[in-house]
């Protein structure tokens, strides 16, 4: 490994922050300041894809920017694993900038300027937490994305708005807290906190108690944003931020942190010695695959689109903390290699899937209002494109071949199956075929039912079941909840159509603007291509450096 002294990491880092400043002076001119964003995007994107050629030739990038506190210093390092979560953060984030444009103007949403301008701020903290090059500078990042969120989260200023941003500050910065004290145990045990592939070796030989309760603050802190079960309930009811920030929350940044700061922790600070010595793999393999089935049961229940794809985000995610958790407590090491890879692959793949997903949702409710499944009743006809591209995200959550879910789960299928832990290879089969189940109906309502017929049909009967909430004269709404909790009255006759069925589109795109349909087809797009072609796509390509690294095993 060389190591190439550059200001790229940094550059990539303060671009959009740097973009925070005229995005706010532009504010009486929304054509400038969604330039501006574009332009900070596109070039944080471009900084970050620069470093990919000498990364994948094993050289890492590197910004050190002098002392931070004593011991250690502010680095800065593009690495394989960094600029995984890094290449994936601004590419998203270059795809939803346009996207947010056409959400944001299609509802005529307020204070769109502090949207913008946290969005950016927030994606700076992202790159940072990507490319930190110890625990601390993690850590600084890490609150710093709380921070920057915080507004979009609470952008609508509702009750409901206010109050789950408060759980979300509770939740993160209580996070933040058990990362600092795991972070400051890692210090006093080790001298240092600066990431090691393989993990930093002083850790094998410390108190076997004092690197558990290290491990197990690190994780417990990391798992806050990773939403593993049971501290998950922030994710769901932040689902009152705009849909653009639900994609932002579940695909591209605060998610992902979590999950990128449990695989610093077990690849590069502990390494797969260290956590298989002390026995503590194992134990966070069961909470993921406890997290994965529980979360998914709860999905079927949910009525609310948003809301179900919540629950669906808190079991995909624990799909990469088992593939992580199984890659580094198991023998033989090629076996721990494909759990990993698949782990780390389900990062990106997941991303685009659930991005995908999450902008069908919020095309639907700017074009329709229609936030419930049980009144999507035959949708497809009304919205064809985007009900297609949400089918096909849908078939790749659920592992179908072809997309980018299955070439993830397969690698974490054959690292369970081949080191024997057929209980986790189980945990994954249950989980898959509770992904259809929570995916088809929303696919089957929208293509296979008219309005007129449009009945609740939960997959599972009461307790586990849904319920429709709408109540329904011939076809016709009563009365339906908006997203701020509003009511409105609708006679099927308003241009959506409900009760005399869905006012068709066709298949050019009369459905939407193309500033949304565009992002939603690019990442359906990207979820084909991850599951086709996934080393041409790059993404296999980092991962597969990742892991030859750390267990020294050529996939």
């Not at 054509?31 to 070039?43: F, G, I």
């Not at 949403?109 to 490319?131: L, M, N, P």
């Not at 915080?150 to 996070?175: I, M, N, S, W």
């Not at 199956?417 to 259809?436: H, Y």
Request: charged share 15%; with cysteine.
């Amino acid at each position: 490994m060389t190591e190439i002294t550059s200001l790229r990491p940094l550059l990539a880092v303060l671009v959009s922050a740097v973009a925070v400043a005229p995005i706010l002076a532009s504010r009486g001119r929304p054509n400038l300041r969604e330039a501006w964003t574009v332009t900070a995007a596109v070039t944080k994107f471009g900084l970050v894809a620069s470093m990919v050629p000498a990364v994948l030739g094993g050289d890492v990038y590197v910004t050190d920017l002098g002392t931070f506190v004593p011991g250690v210093n502010f680095v800065l390092e593009a690495d394989a694993l960094g600029l995984l979560f890094g290449l994936l953060a601004s590419l998203l984030w270059v795809v939803t900038s346009f996207y947010s444009m056409g959400y944001m103007r299609g509802l005529d949403e307020g204070h769109q300027t502090r949207y913008f301008a946290s969005f950016a701020g927030s994606v700076s903290a992202a790159i940072g937490i990507a490319f930190a090059g110890n625990l601390l500078v993690l850590f600084v990042f890490y609150e710093l994305l709380t921070v920057a969120t915080y507004p979009l989260v609470t952008h609508d200023q509702t009750k409901e708005a206010r109050a789950a941003g408060r759980k979300y500050l509770t939740y993160t910065f209580g996070g933040g807290v058990a990362v600092l004290a795991g972070t400051v145990l890692v210090y006093v045990l080790t001298d240092t906190t600066t990431f090691t592939p393989g993990g930093i070796a002083d850790l094998a030989t410390a108190d076997p108690t004092l690197a558990s309760a290290a491990f197990g603050l690190l994780v417990v802190g990391f798992g806050v944003k990773a939403a593993l079960m049971p501290l998950h309930s922030w994710l769901p009811d932040a689902m009152v931020a705009p849909t653009p920030v639900s994609g932002l929350l579940h695909a591209v940044a605060v998610v992902k942190s979590g999950v990128f700061g449990i695989a610093r922790v077990t690849l590069d600070v502990f390494g797969p010695d260290a956590v298989a010595d002390l026995g503590l793999g194992i134990v966070l393999a069961f909470v993921a695959a406890a997290t994965l089935l529980i979360s998914s049961v709860i999905a079927l229940r949910q009525d609310n689109l948003k809301r179900r794809l919540a629950f669906s985000t808190v079991s995909q995610l624990s799909y990469i903390v088992l593939g992580l958790a199984v890659g580094v407590s198991v023998a033989p090491e090629r076996a721990a290699a494909y759990a990993l890879a698949g782990g780390l692959l389900h990062i990106p793949a997941h991303a685009f899937m659930k991005l995908t997903l999450f902008f069908c949702a919020g095309a639907i409710h700017v074009e329709t209002h229609t936030d419930d499944i049980s009144n999507m009743a035959g949708i497809g006809r009304r919205m064809p494109l985007t009900m297609t591209a949400f089918g096909i995200a849908s078939l790749g959550m659920a592992g179908i071949p072809l997309i980018a879910g299955f070439v993830s789960k397969y690698f974490i299928l054959v690292g369970t199956v081949s080191s024997g832990q057929l209980l986790f290879t189980g945990a994954l089969l249950v989980s898959g075929v509770l992904n259809i189940a929570y995916f088809w109906p929303v696919v089957y309502t929208a293509f296979f039912e008219s309005p007129d017929d449009g009945n609740s049909k939960p997959v599972l009967e009461s307790p586990f079941g849904g319920d429709r909430d709408v109540a329904t004269d011939g076809g016709h709404e009563l009365e339906e909840h908006d997203e701020h909790g509003e009511h409105s009255e609708h006679d099927g006759h308003d241009g959506h159509g409900h009760g005399d069925g869905w006012t068709a589109a066709g298949w050019r795109g009369g459905e939407s603007t193309w500033l949304m349909l565009a992002p939603i087809l690019f990442a359906a797009a990207g979820s084909i291509a991850l599951g086709v072609v996934p080393d041409a796509a790059v993404f296999l390509q980092i991962v597969r450096a990742v892991v030859e690294g750390v267990t020294g095993v050529a996939l």
